[in-house]
C-alpha cells in the first residue's frame, strides 16, 4: 500500500529526515512515535504529499507520487488520502456538514452525489443531530468526529492523523481510538498516526519509532 524509500527532508542545513525506509500493508493500523522534533510529522506531511522530499521516493498503490505535477499531485491527494489533525482545522464559518462536504466541493462533484454521502458519514459517527452545527456549537470530541468524516468523504485508501488526541480530554480520547478501529473495521482504511498517547499507540497493529529523523 505505502512504500517510504530513502528519504531525506533538510530544512537549509537541518536535516530532519535521514533515510527513512517504510512499508505499510493495506488495512494496517501504524502508530509512529518519538520525541518533539524528531521527524514525526515531518514523515507524515511526506506520506501525505503536504511537503516534498529532499531526496527519496512515496509510492502508494504502486504510483511514485513526486513524479506528478503538483496540479495532479492535488488532485491525488485529494482522492487516496484523508487527514485527521490535532486541532481539527474545521472551518468556523460553515457547517459541520459543509466542512465535511468540502473535498468533493474541491473534487466539483454534484451536490446531489455529495449530500448524502456527508449526512451519512456524520450519522454513523452519532452525529445527526448536529449536522447544521457550526464548530464553535460542538464539543472537542464532536469536532474531531466532524474531521474524520471530511477525511472520509473521499473514500480514501489511507488516513492520516497528526496527534489526534493531543486536545481532547480523556473519555474523548478514548472514544477517538474505538473510532480509529471503527474506520478500519467499516471503511478498510490503511491508518498511519503520529501520537504521544501511550494508550492510542497501544490500538495500533505496529509501533515504530523515530530518533533524530531515522526510525529505530
Not at 513524479?67 to 491527494?77: G, I, P, S, T
Not at 477525511?151 to 481532547?168: F, V
Request: proline share 3%; glycine share 8%; net charge neutral.
Amino acid at each position: 500500500m505505502i512504500e517510504v524509500k530513502n528519504i531525506w527532508k533538510s530544512f537549509g542545513d537541518l536535516e530532519v529526515l535521514k533515510g527513512v525506509n517504510l512499508e505499510v500493508k493495506k488495512g494496517e493500523i501504524v502508530a509512529i512515535v518519538g520525541k518533539s522534533g524528531a521527524g514525526k510529522t515531518t514523515l507524515l506531511q511526506i506520506i501525505g504529499t503536504l511537503d516534498r522530499p529532499t531526496k527519496g521516493q512515496v509510492l502508494i498503490e504502486g504510483t511514485d507520487v513526486f513524479k506528478m505535477k503538483d496540479n495532479e499531485l492535488a488532485a491525488f491527494r485529494n482522492k487516496h488520502i484523508g487527514f485527521i489533525f490535532q486541532f481539527h482545522q474545521l472551518l468556523p464559518e460553515f457547517t459541520a456538514l459543509e466542512n465535511v462536504c468540502i473535498p468533493a466541493m474541491i473534487a466539483r462533484q454534484k451536490e446531489s452525489e455529495y449530500k448524502p454521502r456527508a449526512e451519512k458519514l456524520l450519522t454513523d459517527l452519532g452525529l445527526s443531530d448536529r449536522l447544521n452545527h457550526k464548530p464553535n456549537e460542538l464539543s472537542g470530541g464532536e469536532k474531531q468526529r466532524v474531521a474524520a468524516a471530511r477525511a472520509l468523504m473521499m473514500n480514501p485508501d489511507i488516513i492520516l492523523a497528526d496527534e489526534p488526541t493531543g486536545s481532547l480530554d480523556t473519555q474523548n480520547k478514548k472514544e477517538l481510538s474505538d473510532l480509529l478501529l471503527q474506520l478500519r473495521k467499516e471503511y478498510g482504511q490503511t491508518i498511519l498516526l503520529v501520537t504521544h498517547d501511550k494508550d492510542l499507540a497501544k490500538m495500533a497493529d505496529r509501533v515504530i519509532e523515530i530518533v533524530d529523523g531515522v526510525i529505530k
